[in-house]
């Protein structure tokens, strides 16, 4: 007899909340399976729209087009952040935030303490007119922990061998937006902001003016010479050895930043672009030009106002305490990172659950790779031991490192804040060098934190790092219907497949440079890679603007292999549970809608946004990122009954398989 669906409902109180019954009735009654997780995403679909003209416009149209639309995933994981941060900072009991707090505390009641010892900082600079001056006072600042033109951070080279990156200097996170973007504008008017600031300390207007204009010629410098930390990660070929010969002065800059020769010698420290080299020769070179020694001179002191008025509540008014503590920490964000992750809860952060579908990733990667018939045994068996040599890192460290762990014992806020830049410029100095599987987290954490919405992959360490805002809600929703989690880890596959993407797959299991390929099946392979190029030259990144195929081709090859992952590791999780036919197409199309949501963004309708992502961005723009990848899925050609005369229709022939 059939039972009623009913009676089906009622077995589901299992764990993921999807349930496979069978053989439980002597008849061969019909399986019945039922996602009853909540799935949010249909609602902003807009059905005026074909899917097979633009899958992205369809999936959200209703979202898009809204006059009032809710927060992205994006959106929401940063404000949600962002208070995560502020009631960490005002709640923690951690003794190094509590003394921070206090003095932050007593900054808000007036404390001058702060304000003399900034003051006197920025006097020392102030006095200084010579080159012999200059070096001295940039040692003095380098001895504080300030690295305001220089600063080294914790980077890995080729071979899995840590060292440091030597890098243009520290900058307010809002200069590091400008800088990022490219934006002159922005740049110039933070300037003007910061050097604002120094009327409180006596500066004139005329001086003012005079510092601004200086500090904006270097720091438009510095912002050439800026490459973000993730970027720093993409591009590790810009990292090379170097160490420029016969400058007595550039060894002493050197060294005042706690490097020596031999450091260079063994790679312990590099610098990153070749822009931060002729910063550090034009800086170097300065003592044989009063006007080089004033410009450097009142960069100088812009950037330490810059970087400590928000200490200072009298001279930046719109200071707030937990604004004061995040600044003061930005200073070790390792030890930042442990103290989120501890306060948010272990249990939020689906690390196990992650880790679990990496492997599962890793194997079905290397179970494809013997089925490929464009590659030969020899390749095979390269790319395999790579994809097992691959380390992941997810969520945060089984262990933290105490050693990493900040003491202070100053008895205000400016003198406090001041050992923990020193104790950070220690903590980078002593990374260098350890071999990677030691400090791996130390690295990570310290390069990008517990906020970043983000996950990465490093062919120089073949290491996948995955951030918690990736595996926390939310963005990995366990509440939510299985097919979003699926949808949601090609993010995981996406990191794993720049392992084997136009530049990942020049380095090998150890992240050497090496060519492991055999010349057909390099030759096979980019015959595949110049059709993906040519696919996306075929979309639009902004009206009017075809996509660059070519700029974007390694992150669309990993969006293809982590969109093949995923979606093949959740059809087998299907058949498992027992979901088939009208079901089972159900489900993948909550996978292909989730898909969508995941590029979901507040700035598609920004044209200079897009313009700019255009000449800056090596991934494509979200819109494309989904509709290029949709018409790639036999699937999606099915279950969206795509017809040859839709816009984003592609001949099965034409449909590139890669893994
Ligand atoms: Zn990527």
Redesign the pocket.
């Known amino acids: 007899m059939k039972k009623n669906v009913l009676f089906w409902m009622m077995l589901l109180p299992m764990a993921l909340g999807i349930v496979s019954c069978t053989d439980v009735t002597d008849n061969p009654a019909p399986v019945v399976v039922v996602d009853d997780k909540p799935f949010p995403y249909d609602a902003d679909i807009d059905p005026s729209v074909r899917p097979g003209d633009n899958f992205y416009e369809y999936a959200l149209g209703k979202w898009l087009h809204s006059s009032n639309p809710a927060p992205s995933l994006f959106k929401q994981i940063s404000e949600q952040n962002k208070m995560l941060t502020d009631e960490m900072l005002t709640n923690c009991t951690a003794p190094v935030v509590a003394q921070l707090r206090s003095q932050a505390d007593e900054m808000m009641m007036g404390d001058s303490r702060t304000f003399d010892l900034l003051a006197q900082r920025l006097q020392l600079l102030e006095q200084v007119t010579t080159g012999e001056q200059l070096f001295d006072a940039f040692g003095a600042l380098q001895g504080w922990g300030y690295g305001t033109l220089f600063r080294l951070v914790p980077g890995v080279l080729v071979g899995r061998q840590t060292t440091n990156v030597f890098m243009a200097g520290s900058m307010t996170d809002e200069m590091k937006r400008a800088v990022r973007m490219k934006k002159q504008e922005t740049l110039d008017s933070l300037v003007n902001v910061y050097c604002g600031y120094l009327a409180g300390f006596g500066f004139s207007q005329e001086r003012i003016a005079q510092i601004a204009e200086n500090a904006r010629k270097i720091e438009t410098l510095e912002m050439n010479a800026y490459i973000p930390g993730i970027e720093m990660l993409?591009h590790p070929m810009k990292a090379k050895r170097w160490a420029p010969e016969g400058e007595d002065n550039t060894e002493r800059i050197l060294g005042m930043m706690g490097v020596t020769n031999e450091d260079v010698t063994a790679l312990r420290f590099v610098p990153s672009t070749q822009e931060v080299l002729q910063l550090l020769v034009l800086f170097s070179q300065a003592d044989e030009d009063p006007e080089a020694i004033e410009a450097f001179r009142d960069y100088m002191i812009y950037n330490v106002i810059a970087q400590d008025a928000p200490f200072i509540p009298s001279i930046d008014q719109e200071t707030t305490l937990p604004a004061m503590l995040k600044r003061a920490l930005q200073n070790n964000r390792y030890y930042m990172y442990r103290l989120l992750t501890e306060y948010y809860g272990y249990d939020r952060i689906y690390k196990q659950q992650c880790n679990d579908i990496l492997e599962n990733m890793r194997q079905l990667f290397i179970q494809r790779l013997e089925n490929l018939d464009w590659m030969s045994d020899a390749t095979k068996a390269e790319a395999r031991q790579k994809a097992e040599a691959m380390l992941f890192y997810v969520g945060y460290p089984e262990q933290w490192n105490d050693a990493l762990t900040p003491t202070i014992d100053a008895d205000f806020l400016l003198a406090s804040v001041t050992q923990l830049r020193q104790n950070a410029r220690e903590i980078i100095l002593n990374m260098a060098g350890k071999p990677l599987e030691d400090i791996g987290w130390d690295l990570w954490a310290s390069m990008a934190g517990f906020t970043t919405d983000n996950?990465?992959?490093l062919g120089t360490a073949n290491s996948l790092v995955i951030l918690p805002a990736e595996i926390t809600k939310p963005r990995f929703d366990y509440d939510l219907s299985e097919a979003t989690l699926y949808a949601f880890s090609t993010t995981f596959s996406?990191?794993f497949c720049?392992g084997f993407?136009a530049s990942g797959s020049n380095y090998d299991a150890q992240g050497q440079k090496r060519d492991w390929w055999t010349p057909e099946d390099k030759q096979a392979f980019q015959a595949k890679q110049q059709i993906m190029v040519e696919l996306y030259n075929q979309l639009e990144a902004y009206p009017g603007q075809p996509a660059n195929g070519q700029k974007t081709l390694?992150?669309n090859m990993?969006?293809y292999g982590g969109v093949e992952l995923a979606l093949e590791l959740y059809k087998q999780r299907l058949t498992q549970q027992g979901f088939q036919g009208a079901q089972f197409d159900e489900q993948i199309k909550k996978f292909f809608l989730s898909y969508a949501q995941i590029w979901k963004d507040e700035n598609q309708f920004d044209v200079e946004y897009l313009q700019m992502l255009y000449e800056l961005d090596?991934?494509s723009a979200n819109h494309v990122r989904v509709n290029g990848m949709m018409r790639l899925q036999d699937e999606w050609y099915r279950l969206y009954d795509v017809k040859e005369t839709d816009k984003l229709y592609l001949k099965p022939e034409d449909r590139v398989k890669i893994w």
């Open positions: 993409r996950a990465f992959y996406h990191e720049h993407d390694a992150e990993a969006d090596t991934h």
